[in-house]
């Protein structure tokens, strides 16, 4: 028997290659599934199962490309519906995969379909849990993914409850923990960074395994401070649940070189969005006015997803140099799927065609300390909430809202004032610069480090308040 967790950082997410006797299941893969079908072809073994744990909100599965390439069958827990081929388990259902055995065990709660996967070895023994969205390292899942007119957040967490004290919590101690995210993910509150663990452990630290833990104190605690989902979960769950383009078709069409005349025409034509996927400092030191950016080197697609409201938006890319291919990837993981082409040679290329480009200003914390104690500047901080509650920098003219929110905030600043942002390092700030300079902000200024850099300086901040306390 073979098992091995296949980790996306960007995602946050872990799918799994399960082989035995020339048998293979996979559970949850990605979008990009050749990965998938060469591993079984190196070990002479063949891909007779895809199962999915439940209808993915933050990524696009790639089950049905799966599918179609080997032949697998796609398995989804009791209640699923699809606009494709699939087969709905029942509850306790078994699937023999060369020597051992996943069983299907139904726990409702995350969503109606969520099902957890046991693994019962070649010897009987019940070795360990594929838990999905069910059961993290940490946490559980957010039970507000999947309403219905009939039921709420707080029946999902009911559900949920009972899900993980009648069918995991029974389990035995020493079975593995192999979860569908770890920590990054918006799919949990709490999630630690490690990716694999053992069901004794989480009875012991997960808050919301705790034995004397009554229904309603699990139903509070879950919900309790739990943000609103990002807008693209529900179309990355109707895309799971309906179907999509198959990924190499995506590749294809995005992984089309453009001169800069090319790419202006096109971005004018179809009203693409151009996005700047390079690192901070080089959107800062230059880029193509309008354009947005999203670095690739950060938390890129979660933030593409957060931020960019449709799916099915025209897109242009400027990015580094033989990342494209990477970035067209990693945009179709989240659904993005209308990527047109990118700018062949770069923001020099386009400077040489004598295009216009734009700067964004940046300053040193040290030199916006000495600025916030002798001017009256405004200070936007684009952290989130709970950071933002934990400390930061005190005075009349500092404004916060979350760079999730930057669409529904952008009321609440004047475009005849000059902003200086801030995030913790860096990143989120230079987000919220393009976004804002593309909607005709023009005085803003980025504070190079962000509140990292800023504590290190004498700038008045609030005392320090741990976030696991508010």
Same mark, same amino acid.
């Given at each position: 028997?073979?098992?091995?967790? =296949?980790?996306?950082?960007?995602?946050?997410?872990?799918?799994?290659?399960?082989?035995?006797?020339?048998?293979?299941?996979?559970?949850?893969?990605?979008?990009?599934?050749?990965?998938?079908?060469?591993?079984?072809?190196?070990?002479?073994?063949?891909?007779?199962?895809?199962?999915?744990?439940?209808?993915?909100?933050?990524?696009?599965?790639?089950?049905?490309?799966?599918?179609?390439?080997?032949?697998?069958?796609?398995?989804?827990?009791?209640?699923?519906?699809?606009?494709?081929?699939?087969?709905?388990?029942?509850? /306790?259902?078994?699937?023999?995969?060369?020597?051992?055995? =996943?069983?299907?065990? !139904? &726990?409702?709660?995350?969503?109606?379909?969520?099902?957890?996967?046991?693994?019962?070895?070649?010897? %009987?023994?019940?070795?360990?849990?594929?838990? %999905?969205?069910?059961?993290?390292?940490?946490?559980?899942?957010?039970?507000?993914?999947?309403?219905?007119?009939?039921?709420?957040?707080?029946?999902?967490?009911?559900?949920?409850?009972?899900?993980?004290?009648?069918?995991?919590?029974?389990?035995?101690?020493?079975? =593995?923990?192999?979860?569908?995210?770890?920590?990054?993910?918006?799919?949990?509150?709490?999630?630690?960074?490690?990716?694999? %663990?053992?069901?004794?452990?989480?009875?012991?630290?997960?808050?919301?395994?705790?034995?004397?833990?009554?229904?309603?104190?699990?139903?509070?605690?879950?919900?309790?401070?739990?943000?609103?989902?990002?807008?693209?979960?529900?179309?990355?769950?109707?895309? /799971?649940?309906?179907?999509?383009?198959?990924?190499?078709?995506?590749?294809?069409?995005?992984?089309?070189?453009?001169?800069?005349?090319?790419?202006?025409?096109?971005?004018?034509? @179809?009203?693409?969005?151009?996005?700047?996927?390079?690192?901070?400092?080089?959107?800062?030191?230059?880029?193509?006015?309008?354009?947005?950016?999203?670095?690739?080197?950060?938390?890129?697609?979660? $933030?593409? %997803?957060?931020?960019?409201?449709?799916?099915?938006?025209?897109?242009?890319?400027?990015?580094?140099?033989?990342?494209?291919?990477?970035?067209?990837?990693?945009?179709?993981?989240?659904?993005?799927?209308?990527?047109?082409?990118?700018?062949?040679?770069?923001?020099?290329? $386009?400077?040489?065609?004598?295009?216009?480009?734009? &700067?964004?200003?940046?300053?040193?914390?040290?030199?916006?300390?000495?600025?916030?104690?002798? @001017?009256?500047? /405004?200070?936007?901080?684009?952290?989130?909430?709970?950071?933002?509650?934990?400390?930061?920098?005190?005075?009349?003219?500092?404004?916060?809202?979350?760079?999730?929110?930057?669409?529904?905030?952008? !009321? &609440? =600043?004047?475009?005849?004032?000059?902003?200086?942002?801030?995030?913790?390092?860096?990143?989120?700030?230079?987000?919220?610069?393009?976004?804002?300079?593309?909607?005709?902000?023009?005085?803003?200024?980025?504070?190079?480090?962000?509140?990292?850099?800023?504590? /290190?300086?004498?700038?008045?901040?609030?005392?320090?308040?741990?976030?696991?306390?508010?």
């Amino acid at each position: 028997m073979k098992i091995e967790q =296949i980790y996306t950082g960007c995602l946050a997410q872990g799918a799994y290659y399960i082989e035995s006797n020339g048998e293979v299941a996979i559970i949850d893969p990605l979008r990009e599934t050749q990965q998938y079908v060469d591993k079984a072809n190196k070990e002479h073994a063949k891909i007779k199962y895809i199962f999915e744990t439940h209808f993915h909100a933050d990524f696009v599965s790639g089950h049905i490309d799966l599918a179609k390439k080997t032949g697998a069958t796609i398995v989804f827990g009791p209640g699923a519906e699809t606009n494709y081929e699939a087969y709905f388990a029942k509850d /306790n259902e078994e699937f023999k995969i060369g020597n051992i055995i =996943i069983k299907v065990l !139904h &726990t409702p709660g995350h969503t109606l379909e969520s099902s957890t996967f046991l693994l019962i070895d070649e010897n %009987g023994n019940k070795h360990a849990i594929f838990s %999905g969205d069910t059961l993290f390292l940490g946490d559980v899942g957010r039970p507000d993914l999947a309403i219905k007119s009939d039921l709420n957040k707080e029946d999902l967490a009911g559900m949920l409850f009972d899900s993980l004290r009648n069918k995991i919590m029974t389990l035995p101690d020493d079975v =593995i923990v192999y979860p569908a995210h770890g920590a990054g993910s918006a799919c949990g509150k709490n999630l630690s960074k490690e990716t694999v %663990g053992v069901l004794g452990d989480q009875k012991k630290t997960n808050y919301a395994l705790r034995a004397d833990m009554t229904r309603d104190e699990f139903i509070k605690e879950v919900l309790e401070g739990m943000p609103p989902p990002p807008q693209y979960f529900a179309k990355n769950a109707m895309m /799971n649940k309906s179907g999509y383009d198959a990924f190499e078709t995506i590749l294809k069409k995005g992984d089309n070189a453009l001169n800069p005349e090319e790419f202006e025409a096109i971005a004018n034509q @179809e009203g693409a969005l151009v996005l700047d996927v390079r690192k901070e400092k080089d959107f800062i030191k230059s880029h193509i006015p309008n354009s947005i950016f999203i670095g690739i080197y950060g938390a890129f697609a979660p $933030w593409v %997803g957060a931020l960019i409201t449709d799916l099915k938006q025209p897109i242009l890319l400027v990015s580094p140099e033989g990342k494209e291919k990477e970035t067209i990837t990693r945009l179709s993981r989240v659904g993005y799927d209308n990527t047109l082409g990118y700018l062949k040679g770069g923001i020099n290329a $386009w400077k040489d065609a004598g295009k216009d480009i734009e &700067t964004l200003e940046s300053i040193s914390a040290k030199e916006f300390s000495n600025r916030f104690k002798n @001017e009256a500047i /405004n200070t936007l901080d684009v952290r989130k909430d709970g950071e933002y509650k934990s400390e930061h920098v005190v005075g009349d003219k500092v404004q916060h809202f979350a760079l999730d929110y930057i669409n529904d905030n952008m !009321h &609440t =600043i004047d475009k005849n004032k000059t902003y200086y942002l801030h995030c913790a390092g860096g990143y989120r700030s230079v987000i919220a610069a393009s976004i804002l300079k593309a909607r005709g902000f023009n005085n803003l200024v980025d504070i190079s480090g962000g509140f990292v850099a800023i504590k /290190n300086t004498d700038t008045p901040t609030s005392n320090y308040v741990c976030p696991t306390t508010l």
